[in-house]
């Protein structure tokens, strides 16, 4: 095993994680009362080991990009628009067994559209199995471990779900143009405008649209939490 690769694997994957816990956390403070970190860690170093080794083949597919990019929108046009201090959820129920699996599937298909940029980025340094899945699985934990501490940062400051969302909208948008394809469509855009670049002005736009409907949708809360 060679430690060098392990050690960059696993740096790259605890830097590029900080986005992506906010992300996860949505779905982790809803369900905290199942205390999964430890499957969590599991199940996402199982699904981004494969797709190391399968993400050259992934990335040049026609309609992944796209595919993905659109579900990263909805991903981000919900969290930009639900309450920001709403309650964790309290579930009572016998089928805990179930419920977990169902979170571990959201986690694992969330995670998907959100790790490939640091998948891509350990692809071109390694794929030995055993560094990438030790360095994923070392750097999930401690991502993880800390999860708490920005759940309770997000329930406080509900200006950082909005940013979030607008990161997330960002990556969705240059996601899609990415995509194989709409290459010859953006190429077309390029000719026709050489002096502006479309896909900057795309997802800027998305940027701030998604933002003003989160500001929108905080000023509602706000009023209704006024009201109360």
Known sequence: MKMQELF??????????IDNM???GTILRKHSYLNITLPAAMV????RTIYVVSVNGLSNVPMVHLLTG????VIAFKLVTRSIR???????????????????????????LICLDSVIAISNISQHVVPVTIGIFCSLLISLFYLPLIIKLVSTFAWIN???????????????V?????????????KL?????????ISNGVVIIIVVIGLISYIKHQRITIHR
């Open 8 to 17: 960059i694997v696993f740096f790259i994957n605890l830097v590029s994680d």
């Open 22 to 24: 906010l992300i996860l």
């Open 44 to 47: 996402l170093t199982l699904t």
């Open 70 to 73: 659109i579900i990263l929108l």
């Open 86 to 112: 709403e309650e964790d959820l309290i579930y009572r129920s016998k089928h805990f067994a179930f419920i977990k699996i169902k979170v571990l599937l959201l986690l694992a298909a969330t995670d998907f």
């Open 162 to 176: 909005i940013i979030v969302g607008g990161v997330i909208a960002q990556n969705a948008i240059i996601g899609i």
């Open 178 to 190: 990415n995509d194989p394809w709409l290459a010859n469509w953006i190429n077309k855009f390029d």
């Open 193 to 201: 405008f050489p002096e502006a670049n479309m896909v900057n002005l």
